[in-house]
């Protein structure tokens, strides 16, 4: 869902009051590289992240699993105090079964890595009912779970895809892809939600993109080992300039998208495009969003550090349908029902800097907004700032080569 309101602009069409159906968005694609994807998906093998994830919370955390031909399957999931995945904190071991889109739990083991993390884990438990339960009973798995807010829901959504990375003045390397469910922002809402989007991938552990200085120290983990990942440059946070999708990215309720931002700091104004798809590939364009408007100046935020909160301002919107379908639906719809009052919408964010790709010049840079809530909120008044990321924004120049 959109957090703004939308002003739907109504074309030129010689006093028709129709939309036009527009040519097809002339933004191309970052990574053109050529995506299969495997059907029925082939989950045997090794399975790792290749950087710092984020999950509502906020929760950091790497990921390593392995699935295997019959169809059991074996998950270390690592969390840490901090957004560089260099403190551990506790760690996972589950075990279990999959099976077409369900799967059942043979065990879940829990070890701690600093008695602070222990004591973190048993306040949070004692705040709920059933988290005293579980503090109070070892049987009490289920409770214990749940006050956690654990769960393998990830695992009832699955797409496995092939591509191949470039390399300069070398044969393309092949990259597998795992993509698994997304998680609620809502931690009460965890055990009851079933995704309808996709989590950051995991990368096979034998075929990963280049370079990774993390995936080599997520494979050889284990839970007792928990990776340390390399130390991370702290850069302050320049928004001046534009900013792309790498590549095509996924939101729940099956919304396929890029997106395209410019931020003008003098005067702190900002634009931005949404281009909708209908496909994982982003090459059936549907709709473009455009909104801009100003924000404020940024402040370190409290609950992610090297995060900074900013609250956005939207002061003009509009959509455009770039398929029949979508021109059509639109054309159809009732008066005043697709929002042409313009309402002043507020949109909050949490922006850290990363340091650039290896592979990129020492102007390119990554940004990560932070992920909307999982619950529609008004658009009329401000939202609380996300804690995890959305997928990464890379800087745009006119020398830029993008990383794959």
Same mark, same amino acid.
């Given at each position: 869902?959109?957090? !703004?309101?939308?002003?739907?602009?109504?074309?030129?069409?010689?006093?028709?009051?129709?939309?036009?159906? /527009?040519? +097809?968005?002339?933004?191309?694609?970052?990574?053109? #590289?050529?995506?299969?994807?495997?059907?029925?998906? +082939?989950?045997?093998?090794?399975?790792?992240?290749?950087?710092?994830?984020?999950?509502?919370?906020?929760?950091?955390?790497?990921?390593?699993?392995?699935?295997?031909?019959?169809? @059991?399957?074996?998950?270390?999931?690592?969390?840490?105090?901090?957004?560089?995945?260099?403190?551990?904190?506790?760690?996972?071991?589950?075990?279990?079964?999959?099976?077409?889109?369900?799967?059942?739990?043979?065990?879940?083991?829990?070890?701690?890595?600093?008695?602070?993390?222990?004591?973190?884990?048993?306040?949070?438990?004692?705040?709920?009912? #059933?988290?005293?339960?579980?503090?109070?009973?070892? +049987?009490?798995?289920?409770?214990? #779970? #749940?006050?956690?807010?654990?769960?393998?829901? /990830?695992?009832?959504?699955?797409?496995?895809?092939?591509?191949?990375?470039?390399?300069?003045?070398?044969?393309?390397?092949?990259?597998?892809?795992?993509? @698994?469910?997304?998680?609620?922002?809502?931690?009460?809402?965890?055990?009851?939600?079933?995704?309808?989007?996709?989590?950051?991938?995991?990368?096979? *552990? @034998?075929?990963?993109?280049?370079?990774?200085?993390?995936?080599?120290?997520?494979?050889?983990?284990? /839970?007792?080992?928990?990776?340390?990942?390399?130390?991370?440059?702290?850069?302050?946070?320049?928004?001046?300039?534009?900013?792309?999708?790498?590549?095509?990215?996924?939101?729940? *309720?099956?919304?396929?998208?890029?997106?395209?931002?410019?931020?003008?700091?003098?005067?702190?104004?900002?634009?931005?495009?949404?281009?909708?798809?209908?496909?994982?590939?982003?090459?059936?364009?549907?709709?473009?969003?455009?909104?801009?408007?100003?924000?404020?100046?940024?402040?370190?935020?409290?609950?992610?550090?090297?995060?900074?909160?900013?609250?956005?301002?939207?002061?003009?919107?509009?959509?455009?349908?770039?398929?029949?379908?979508?021109?059509?639906?639109?054309? !159809?719809?009732?008066?005043?029902?697709?929002?042409?009052?313009?309402? @002043?919408?507020?949109?909050?964010?949490?922006?850290?800097?990363?340091?650039?790709?290896?592979?990129?010049?020492?102007?390119?840079?990554?940004?990560?907004?932070?992920?909307?809530?999982?619950?529609?909120?008004?658009?009329?008044?401000?939202? +609380?700032?996300?804690?995890?990321?959305?997928?990464?924004?890379?800087?745009?120049?006119?020398?830029?080569?993008?990383?794959?």
């Amino acid at each position: 869902p959109l957090n !703004f309101g939308l002003l739907l602009k109504a074309a030129d069409t010689a006093g028709v009051g129709h939309l036009r159906w /527009e040519p +097809r968005c002339q933004q191309p694609l970052l990574n053109r #590289a050529p995506v299969t994807t495997l059907l029925p998906p +082939r989950l045997d093998g090794p399975w790792i992240s290749t950087g710092c994830e984020v999950r509502p919370g906020p929760e950091f955390l790497t990921r390593s699993y392995t699935f295997f031909p019959n169809r @059991l399957f074996r998950a270390y999931q690592f969390y840490y105090r901090d957004a560089a995945c260099r403190e551990p904190a506790h760690s996972l071991l589950i075990k279990g079964k999959v099976r077409c889109a369900d799967y059942h739990l043979h065990k879940v083991g829990v070890v701690f890595h600093s008695r602070r993390a222990l004591l973190d884990v048993a306040a949070r438990l004692d705040q709920s009912r #059933a988290g005293r339960a579980c503090l109070l009973s070892a +049987r009490a798995e289920r409770d214990c #779970a #749940a006050a956690l807010g654990f769960t393998m829901h /990830e695992l009832s959504l699955v797409r496995v895809q092939r591509r191949l990375q470039p390399k300069p003045q070398a044969a393309p390397r092949l990259v597998e892809e795992l993509y @698994l469910g997304d998680i609620h922002t809502d931690w009460a809402e965890r055990r009851h939600y079933r995704p309808t989007g996709y989590q950051r991938p995991l990368q096979s *552990a @034998l075929h990963h993109a280049r370079p990774c200085p993390a995936c080599s120290l997520i494979a050889r983990s284990d /839970e007792h080992h928990p990776p340390v990942l390399p130390p991370q440059v702290a850069l302050p946070l320049r928004l001046g300039g534009r900013w792309v999708s790498p590549g095509c990215e996924v939101r729940p *309720a099956v919304l396929f998208l890029t997106r395209l931002f410019t931020f003008h700091g003098h005067n702190r104004s900002w634009e931005g495009y949404y281009h909708h798809f209908s496909d994982p590939t982003c090459q059936q364009p549907t709709f473009t969003v455009y909104a801009a408007g100003r924000y404020t100046k940024g402040t370190p935020s409290a609950k992610v550090r090297g995060g900074t909160e900013l609250v956005f301002q939207v002061t003009r919107a509009r959509v455009t349908p770039r398929d029949q379908v979508t021109t059509a639906m639109l054309n !159809f719809s009732e008066p005043s029902s697709c929002g042409v009052a313009l309402k @002043l919408a507020f949109d909050s964010w949490t922006a850290p800097w990363d340091p650039a790709h290896p592979m990129d010049s020492p102007r390119h840079g990554l940004l990560h907004p932070g992920l909307c809530p999982g619950r529609f909120h008004s658009p009329a008044v401000p939202a +609380r700032p996300g804690s995890p990321w959305l997928g990464t924004l890379q800087i745009h120049t006119k020398a830029s080569k993008f990383a794959s």
